[in-house]
């Protein structure tokens, strides 16, 4: 049987998928180039396979920022876990990065244990994700255009070509979440000597992928939609150019935020269009989610720990 403590961790390794499922695939099925049903098939499936193949980069990175003991590994799962979910019933795609360090945040300074070296390290990692996505979606949809209308083929066979672009480029953005991303969910039982690496990522993996099958269609939108209008060409510079940034980091060791990614990808490929393409109302509601994201989850983690201090 499994211990309690991991429960919080299944429930934020569950928001992590229905949340970053949708900046995965959200803008492949805003522009109505996808199924639903084969977008959460890929992208359940490479989740699993990356988090078993590359996901324990990360946990050393995390576990670094401040000792934990099992109860306090507890508690900050379970703060994230809150915030995402609060994030999404607000319809706005949360960072679980974001959630996880804040959370981290609050542990060490109630433990007076706080590696700032490494934490500046994370936060420098947040602010090159939306910059480096921003900039292969800007580069990617000028060159990889120009290959395709180089190529003597029709416009079906171009969007056929596109279409086939999109299925790999989720499956490989999916990859990439599950190596990058695992260590969100299981990384503090790993630094608290809960679980091993390799068990670790195994259940985090399993995890976001059932949130993958219980993923926000609104946010979805918000991403795909409602922020930028995607055609299908795109979607699938945007979904590469998220799998390139989180995999890259997923090689840093650094836990990133797939939002960060979606959203630099989409401005990126928005600035491109022009600016009046972009809806600014949106970009700001993502932009508060971004900074409340990290400090809900300092709050929740504090009330929590007062909360399990008073009961145990």
Not at 32 to 43: D, E, Q, R
Not at 195 to 222: D, H, N, Q, Y
């Amino acid at each position: 049987m499994l211990p309690y403590q991991l429960l919080s961790g299944t429930y934020l390794g569950w928001a992590l998928g229905r949340n970053d499922s949708s900046n995965i695939f959200g803008p492949a099925i805003a522009a109505k180039a996808m199924k639903l049903s084969h977008a959460v098939i890929l992208c359940a499936s490479f989740v699993v396979i990356g988090s078993m193949v590359q996901g324990a980069g990360g946990f050393a990175t995390l576990g670094s920022l401040t000792s934990l003991s099992v109860s306090m590994a507890f508690i900050t799962s379970l703060s994230s876990a809150f915030t995402v979910t609060a994030m999404n019933l607000l319809k706005l795609p949360a960072s679980t990065s974001q959630a996880m360090v804040g959370s981290l945040l609050c542990a060490g300074l109630l433990q007076q244990k706080l590696d700032m070296l490494n934490l500046d390290k994370v936060l420098l990692c947040w602010v090159a994700t939306p910059l480096a996505a921003a900039c292969l979606a800007y580069a990617g949809y000028k060159l990889i255009g120009l290959l395709i209308n180089a190529l003597p083929i029709n416009i079906f066979t171009q969007d056929r070509l596109v279409r086939i672009g999109l299925i790999c480029a989720g499956a490989y953005s999916a990859y990439a979440l599950g190596a990058n991303n695992v260590a969100n969910v299981t990384g503090v039982y790993v630094a608290s000597s809960l679980l091993e690496p390799r068990l670790a990522a195994l259940l985090g993996g399993v995890c976001i992928a059932l949130g993958v099958w219980s993923f926000s269609k609104k946010v979805m939108l918000t991403v795909g939609r409602r922020l930028v209008a995607l055609d299908s060409y795109s979607a699938f510079i945007t979904i590469l150019a998220v799998g390139l940034t989180v995999h890259f980091f997923a090689f840093v060791g650094v836990p990133v935020s797939t939002s960060q990614a979606v959203i630099g990808a989409v401005l990126g490929i928005g600035l491109l269009k022009g600016v009046q393409t972009i809806n600014l109302k949106i970009l700001f509601l993502v932009l508060f989610g971004w900074i409340g994201t990290p400090l809900i989850a300092m709050l929740l983690t504090f009330g929590l720990f007062t909360i399990y201090n008073v009961i145990i």
